[in-house]
């Protein structure tokens, strides 16, 4: 059998660089609760993503949750169906109303055309999803918040370095949310951040990371546990130093797979958008079953036998969950569902050889009928 490949690789750093770093550790007995690492990260992923402030947080999903908590919304939220759980349940966990706005069909963002039409006077925010990385029609939405008075926080857990129209991707909106799982671009084992402009939102974070604690006495905020370790911001650091040369890689990767991908007929791949420096987090292909003659499954199950594991992102759509108990219409949502019924994520990481690019798309191309 050939060598296990699978949809994600972490990167690391070199043993002694981490070892480096948490040595300090073994002096100060300090592990966590915004010690000198975390406030080293803090201060170096201000500077690299290019935004006003940054609050780190133990993982992605409790950073947007607790964000959606510090801006004090109720009622409806208009959302995507077509992204991981954790956009939903960060919503619904805050006991908000998810409202699913469906998604464009070139860039499977939020089609900004369809969001006015679900605003009622319950509405009080956006929370759309740079998705794969690919970029919201940011003006838009601003345009529509602004007109509406409604709080724009952005999922950008796949947009980890995105610059857009030369600003960090995160100084867009009121916040955006990064995650530094293991799984993405940039990993702090676990992690995740909060970008924002807003100097009040420091604070607010700060203590709702933090239980709600205001100082020794003083507890005024029903906080949750999120803050990020010692351990998890000293991965940070030394990723960091390396994030260019990996996203360079990965760059080589995407321009093998459009290579060998692009021109063929029944499979869509999406391009780099305009004014956009992209992260090349993931590489989503959709199979046009009746043109490219092999379903999405029948290509999965395929690279499975191989041994090679692609993923079905974004499927199933979180407004079909179990858990929702058929509460939303996904009848609502066409182009998300169609979409999900016929998306692979194929492998893609910093260290993925170009033979074994190769590999895949030999693999995918066999299932071609002609
Ligand atoms: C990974 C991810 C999250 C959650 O981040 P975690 O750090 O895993 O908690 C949220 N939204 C999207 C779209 C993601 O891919």
């Given at each position: 059998?050939?060598?296990?490949?699978?949809?994600?690789?972490?990167?690391?750093?070199?043993?002694?660089?981490?070892?480096?770093?948490?040595?300090?550790?073994?002096?100060?007995?300090?592990?966590?609760?915004?010690?000198?690492?975390?406030?080293?990260?803090?201060?170096?992923?201000?500077?690299?993503?290019?935004?006003?402030?940054?609050?780190?947080?133990?993982?992605?999903?409790?950073?947007?949750?607790?964000?959606?908590?510090?801006?004090?919304?109720?009622?409806?939220?208009?959302?995507?169906?077509?992204?991981?759980?954790?956009?939903?349940?960060?919503?619904?966990?805050?006991?908000?109303?998810?409202?699913?706005?469906?998604?464009?069909?070139?860039?499977?963002?939020?089609?900004?055309?369809?969001?006015?039409?679900?605003?009622?006077?319950?509405?009080?925010?956006?929370?759309?999803?740079?998705?794969?990385?690919?970029?919201?029609?940011?003006?838009?939405?601003?345009?529509?918040?602004?007109?509406?008075?409604?709080?724009?926080?952005?999922?950008?857990?796949?947009?980890?370095?995105?610059?857009?129209?030369?600003?960090?991707?995160?100084?867009?909106?009121?916040?955006?949310?990064?995650?530094?799982?293991?799984?993405?671009?940039?990993?702090?084992?676990?992690?995740?951040?909060?970008?924002?402009?807003?100097?009040?939102?420091?604070?607010?974070?700060?203590?709702?990371?933090?239980?709600?604690?205001?100082?020794?006495?003083?507890?005024?905020?029903?906080?949750?546990?999120?803050?990020?370790?010692?351990?998890?911001?000293?991965?940070?650091?030394?990723?960091?130093?390396?994030?260019?040369?990996?996203?360079?890689?990965?760059?080589?990767?995407?321009?093998?797979?459009?290579?060998?991908?692009?021109?063929?007929?029944?499979?869509?791949?999406?391009?780099?958008?305009?004014?956009?420096?992209?992260?090349?987090?993931?590489?989503?292909?959709?199979?046009d079953e009746t043109v490219f003659g092999a379903t999405r499954n029948e290509v999965c199950d395929r690279l499975k036998e191989n041994n090679i594991f692609a993923r079905k992102y974004f499927y199933p759509l979180t407004n079909t969950f179990e858990c929702f108990n058929g509460e939303y219409n996904v009848e609502e949502t066409p182009i998300a569902l169609h979409i999900s019924k016929r998306v692979l994520t194929l492998p893609l990481f910093a260290d993925l050889t170009l033979d074994n690019v190769d590999r895949i798309c030999d693999i995918v191309l066999s299932?071609?009928?002609?």
């Amino acid at each position: 059998m050939k060598e296990k490949i699978l949809v994600a690789n972490s990167s690391m750093p070199e043993f002694e660089e981490y070892m480096e770093e948490i040595k300090p550790l073994w002096n100060s007995h300090w592990l966590t609760n915004m010690g000198v690492i975390h406030q080293k990260l803090e201060k170096q992923l201000t500077d690299y993503l290019d935004v006003e402030h940054i609050s780190l947080f133990s993982n992605g999903h409790m950073a947007l949750e607790l964000a959606i908590q510090a801006f004090n919304l109720s009622g409806e939220v208009i959302t995507t169906p077509f992204t991981f759980a954790s956009t939903t349940h960060a919503i619904v966990r805050n006991g908000l109303m998810p409202v699913f706005c469906d998604i464009n069909k070139e860039d499977f963002t939020i089609d900004t055309n369809k969001i006015e039409s679900l605003i009622t006077d319950k509405t009080t925010a956006i929370i759309p999803v740079h998705v794969y990385g690919n970029i919201c029609n940011i003006k838009e939405i601003e345009r529509i918040a602004k007109k509406y008075d409604l709080k724009v926080i952005y999922d950008a857990a796949h947009a980890f370095g995105i610059q857009y129209n030369g600003r960090g991707i995160g100084s867009y909106g009121d916040a955006s949310m990064f995650s530094f799982h293991a799984t993405k671009v940039f990993n702090t084992i676990e992690g995740g951040a909060i970008s924002f402009g807003d100097n009040q939102l420091e604070g607010k974070l700060y203590r709702l990371k933090n239980f709600g604690i205001r100082d020794e006495v003083t507890v005024d905020g029903v906080g949750a546990n999120a803050k990020m370790n010692e351990f998890q911001a000293a991965m940070g650091v030394c990723n960091l130093r390396h994030v260019e040369e990996e996203i360079e890689k990965r760059k080589q990767v995407v321009n093998r797979y459009r290579d060998r991908l692009q021109n063929v007929k029944g499979l869509y791949l999406t391009m780099d958008q305009e004014n956009v420096r992209s992260n090349y987090a993931y590489f989503p292909v959709v199979f046009d079953e009746t043109v490219f003659g092999a379903t999405r499954n029948e290509v999965c199950d395929r690279l499975k036998e191989n041994n090679i594991f692609a993923r079905k992102y974004f499927y199933p759509l979180t407004n079909t969950f179990e858990c929702f108990n058929g509460e939303y219409n996904v009848e609502e949502t066409p182009i998300a569902l169609h979409i999900s019924k016929r998306v692979l994520t194929l492998p893609l990481f910093a260290d993925l050889t170009l033979d074994n690019v190769d590999r895949i798309c030999d693999i995918v191309l066999s299932l071609q009928k002609i």
